[in-house]
């Protein structure tokens, strides 16, 4: 099992679901996932978090979806936190290139600093220097977050974004009907860009592995779950587009290749 003790700057390092739905959302991730919890409370003793595990390593969190999001009808969404050496730095970088400061920068006890921005494009991220939290404790694993990747209408402009915020380079690849980037951190690809898929809004999507895409696929509709697309072939592997009871959308692939790191 790949176990990780931190990210390098502009990494996908954490995810998590925000939901008007906490105890039903522990429940499905619960049974598709084999996840337990480990609830933290706020120093108030307030607002509650809940990490995710297995094998009592943290793999994603959870906690309630903001008033202003459910106001919007959004009842939940997976959001994805880059690594960042300076969460400040980073800040006032995506505002210099035409990004939105959306909350932030605070820290979080010791786990960490964060914040969150809207790109140029209007999608939103999540920028995390760690301190306690390194992030994923697990990753490439069934089970475990395995990819992000941002459709944007813009991928140039995403290239441009992405880089001056994040350093982050860029190899883009034309595939049977779409282009595809994939970000690089020196060497390693770490995520990717695309067009958004038809009907599909600008925004990061959360990947998790799986052993058998078909079982994962019928056991979200047996959790109350819905399966919105697939199973369907992937230059990756077999792909899943799925649905949790509150709305929350995810995908599971089961790789051609397991990921070693």
Known sequence: MPHRDGFAQGTPCWVDLSTDDIEGAKAFYGGLFGWSWDDQEGPDGGFMYSLAQMD???VAGLGSAPEEMIAAGVRACWNTYMAVDSVDDAYQAAIEAGGVGVFGPFDIMTSGRMAFIMDDQ???IGLWQAGDHKGAQVVNEPGAFIWSEVYAPDTDAAVRF???VLGLGAETTDMV???YTLWK?????VGGLMAPPEGVPPCWSVYFGTEDAESTAARTVELGGQVVNGPFPSPMGPLAVLQDPSGGVFLAVQPNE???E
Not at 185 to 189: L, P, R, T
Request: cysteine-free; proline content about 5%.
């Open 185 to 189: 951190v020196g060497e390693n690809a």
């Open 56 to 58: 009592g390593r943290n």
């Open 162 to 164: 992405y880089g001056k």
């Open 177 to 179: 009907e779409m282009s």
């Open 258 to 260: 397991w990921p070693t």
């Open 122 to 124: 209007g999608v939103h």
